[in-house]
């Protein structure tokens, strides 16, 4: 594979997993009746932050895989950001669903999408500098 076939995939992954969590909204609200908010339900809450959180986090790791693979990083480095970047978004979702509290889902996926972005961003710069 290509390197822009490598962030491809990832990026292919990822959209797919915001549309899997934007319908867990849509069905959300249905089943509540609720057009605008939460409507004071908790798991609709919960599930709108869910969606929330990941469209805050995905999209900046995302430009940074195409930004890397632009940059002809290894595909090995694309490889170990893409999959912890979609393993973090995955536990974190998983974490939050079943609770708004601390989880070990919660927590791992926050921590490893934290230590992605670092990772990230040390070999953007990396690869635009050398």
């Not at 797919?16 to 609200?29: E, K, M």
């Not at 609709?44 to 693979?69: D, F, K, Q, S, Y």
Request: glycine share 14%; proline share 2%; hydrophobic share 55%.
């Amino acid at each position: 594979m290509t390197p822009v076939a490598v962030a491809g995939l990832y990026i292919g992954i990822n959209l797919l997993i915001l549309l899997v969590l934007a319908w867990n909204v849509i069905s959300g609200r249905r089943a509540s009746k609720v057009g605008f908010g939460d409507g004071g339900d908790e798991s609709l809450a919960r599930r709108i932050r869910v969606h929330a959180n990941a469209t805050e986090w995905v999209p900046g790791m995302l430009i940074g895989l195409l930004t890397l693979a632009l940059l002809d990083a290894n595909i090995y480095v694309l490889h170990a950001l893409g999959i912890a970047l979609t393993l973090a978004r995955v536990l974190h979702a998983f974490g939050l669903t079943g609770s708004s509290g601390v989880s070990v889902g919660r927590f791992g996926g926050a921590l490893i999408s934290l230590l992605v972005y670092l990772a990230g961003g040390i070999a953007i710069l990396w690869y635009a500098l050398t």
